[in-house]
């Protein structure tokens, strides 16, 4: 692969900025007050992909492209995930494991989305965190610094999304994050998880993962449509990774 022309710091720098929009951005939806239907419509679907860009920029946190040490990281993934209320421990720790072991039952916690029933998709889909942290538990990992994390966490979130309920209201919050929430589930994991492993094979590790080809994905995604870039190359950040298209689409084919 060619050398990209983009420093690692310049995207550690970038990242951040995006973090910091795509965060304040998801939190400042709930002050608007849709009135009409197509305008509900538009907030769900735009808080979503606020969604989905924060966690966009939490796996780059995984990945040590968003601080400049592994505490930094953390803070930062943290701050990524904080719209849609995960942990970023449960993340963190699933998702290493994820590149390690990609594709093999019991070992890939995301494993969990290979179902041969399209009717179990979208509910696997949105009890993934959830069978996350089960994962942690039956393998040990849920440990007492884990608890100690969650209960952090969910207090926080508590007292920011408490907040926001107290200048708008508690239906605002719970309709405009729940319906947000759900169409992120929906779109990340079925088109960034289920499709980009669609075979699920264990052979060589060039045939577990699968990428979507073309520029206007790659920006879409945030560089999350080159997934198999990225399993193949962890360590590249993704505004690293631009231009590495592959010659098949997601199916494989030419």
Same mark, same amino acid.
């Given at each position: ?5 983009? =420093? ?9 900025? @995006? ?42 946190? @995984? ?7 592994? =505490? ?13 209320? @995960? ?64 209960? !952090? ?15 708008? =209201? ?12 759900? !169409? ?71």
């Amino acid at each position: 692969m060619n050398q990209s022309p983009i =420093s690692r710091s310049r995207a550690v720098f970038v990242n951040r900025g @995006v973090t910091c929009a795509a965060v304040s951005m998801a939190f400042a939806t709930y002050f608007a007050q849709p009135v009409t239907l197509l305008a509900y419509a538009v907030d769900f679907v735009v808080r979503a992909y606020l969604h989905f860009i924060a966690g966009v920029m939490a796996h780059e946190s @995984v990945h040590g492209h968003l601080g400049n040490t592994r =505490s930094g990281n953390q803070w930062w993934g943290r701050l990524a995930l904080f719209p849609t209320t @995960v942990p970023y421990v449960t993340f963190r720790t699933t998702h290493l494991h994820h590149h390690s072991n990609t594709n093999v039952p019991e070992l890939d916690p995301d494993e969990f989305l290979n179902t041969r029933h399209a009717w179990q998709i979208p509910f696997r889909a949105f009890a993934l965190p959830y069978h996350w942290v089960v994962w942690m538990w039956q393998t040990g990992r849920f440990t007492r610094a884990v608890r100690r994390e969650y209960l !952090l966490n969910y207090l926080v979130v508590g007292c920011v999304y408490g907040a926001i309920a107290y200048f708008t =209201s508690v239906q605002r919050v719970v309709l405009g994050f729940l319906v947000s929430a759900t !169409l992120h589930a929906l779109f990340l994991w079925y088109y960034f998880a289920i499709k980009t492993h669609a075979g699920y094979s264990t052979a060589e590790i060039e045939t577990r993962s699968h990428n979507y080809d073309g520029q206007w994905l790659y920006w879409l995604s945030f560089g999350l449509s080159l997934h198999r870039v990225h399993h193949l190359t962890p360590r590249l950040a993704w505004l690293q990774m631009y231009g590495l298209w592959e010659s098949r689409s997601i199916d494989g084919k030419a």
